[in-house]
């Protein structure tokens, strides 16, 4: 997956802006409990990192995305 960490910063006089597209490792799992045939309770979660930095030096962040959620079938 591709991703673009930013970064600005600002001190009131002057501003900087950086940013920088990557390609980080992406994964998932994800996780249900059939309460009825047609009722399920699921719970998700995604996991990536994200690379940010100004002039050159670029540090790595982890994204966790988590969802809990209901599904009905019809």
């Given amino acids: ?3 673009r960490g930013k970064l600005s910063t600002s001190d009131g006089v002057s ?3 950086s ?3 990557s390609i980080q490792p992406y994964g998932g ?3 249900a ?3 009825t045939p047609m009722l399920s309770i699921t ?3 995604n ?3 994200v690379k940010y930095g100004v002039d050159g030096e670029y540090d790595t962040a982890t994204v ?3 969802s809990v959620g209901v599904s009905v079938q019809f």
């Fill in 47 to 49: 996991f990536s990192r």
């Fill in 43 to 45: 719970a998700k979660g």
């Fill in 33 to 35: 409990y059939h309460v």
């Fill in 19 to 21: 940013a920088k597209n």
């Fill in 15 to 17: 501003s900087t802006y």
């Fill in 29 to 31: 799992i994800s996780v």
């Fill in 64 to 66: 966790q995305l988590w």
């Fill in 1 to 3: 997956m591709q991703s």
